[in-house]
């Protein structure tokens, strides 16, 4: 009897219209722009990342489907090459097991990457100054890379990124790791602009949203391929854990100066696989 009171009281309100889902508060676009100094005509961006995969990758992943943004991930050879703990596992090396499980879950990750239509390229094997390395080493690091990566490699030709940007940047006086890059058949992809989110300096608040901002909008302003980074080249499994946990909130932001687009926006060469 009780519980049929309960229900009787509950029929007003089950009769009240639903209330609409409310999204995350949206930057005000007049004051983003004004702020920046962004110009009317908005700009055209391809988010890029580095030195992945990590733990953090799926994080970055979902915003980026959430958001329906096809972005660009440069992978690191030696993030994914679980042969690395294979033999070491099977002798009973419980650090080597777990490293290889973690292996394994960060491959999961790059197939899942693929599948959701992001651009897929080379960070080289190690994330060397590739300016720097003997002739032979540098062959390797790249060579090395193609072959762990060939399942996952997106585009004809597939891209490259140079760890550091080294060897891109300075190519006028150490030609060699470029030629070694389109040696290996290989499309170097650099960058217009940089988050500097690796930086621990800018680690705080929305700096790093900053970065990117001023570089886009500030006077002339710029277009084309920012960097990111998911990984952490220094750290065998954990990921840039700053901006996979603010990216969400940056993205309304940038889009108020920019659109998103894929790199073959700016790379009109590239065929995707």
Not at 79 to 94: A, P, R
Not at 241 to 246: K, L, M, R, S, W
Request: proline share 4%; with cysteine.
């Amino acid at each position: 009897m009780k519980l049929l009171k309960m229900w009787i009281g509950l029929l007003p309100l089950l009769s009240l219209p639903l209330m609409p889902v409310v999204n995350a508060a949206q930057p005000n676009c007049a004051k983003v722009k004004a702020t920046y100094q962004c110009p009317d005509v908005k700009k055209k961006i391809n988010l890029s990342f580095d030195d992945g995969i990590s733990d953090v990758t799926p994080k970055v992943l979902d915003v980026l489907k959430r958001e329906k943004i096809q972005g660009t991930f440069f992978i690191l050879g030696n993030k994914v090459d679980c042969s690395l703990y294979e033999n070491s596992c099977k002798q009973g090396n419980e650090a080597a097991c777990k490293s290889l499980n973690l292996c394994k879950q960060r491959v999961s990750t790059l197939n899942r990457m693929k599948r959701e239509g992001h651009t897929i390229g080379s960070h080289s094997y190690h994330h060397d100054r590739h300016s720097e390395l003997p002739a032979t080493k540098l062959q390797w690091n790249i060579q090395k890379s193609k072959i762990i990566l060939a399942d996952h490699l997106t585009t004809e030709p597939a891209v490259f990124r140079l760890p550091f940007g080294d060897g891109w940047f300075n190519q006028k006086a150490k030609p060699q790791a470029m030629e070694a890059v389109k040696r290996n058949g290989f499309e170097h992809i650099g960058w217009e602009m940089t988050a500097y989110d690796w930086n621990v300096d800018y680690q705080n608040g929305d700096k790093i949203l900053d970065n990117v901002m001023n570089q886009m909008c500030s006077g002339k302003g710029r277009q084309g391929v920012v960097v990111f980074h998911d990984g952490d080249f220094e750290k065998e499994h954990e990921g840039r854990a700053f901006t996979a946990n603010n990216l969400a909130r940056w993205i309304p932001t940038i889009r108020c100066a920019a659109d998103f687009v894929p790199l073959t926006f700016f790379k009109k060469k590239l065929r995707v696989k």
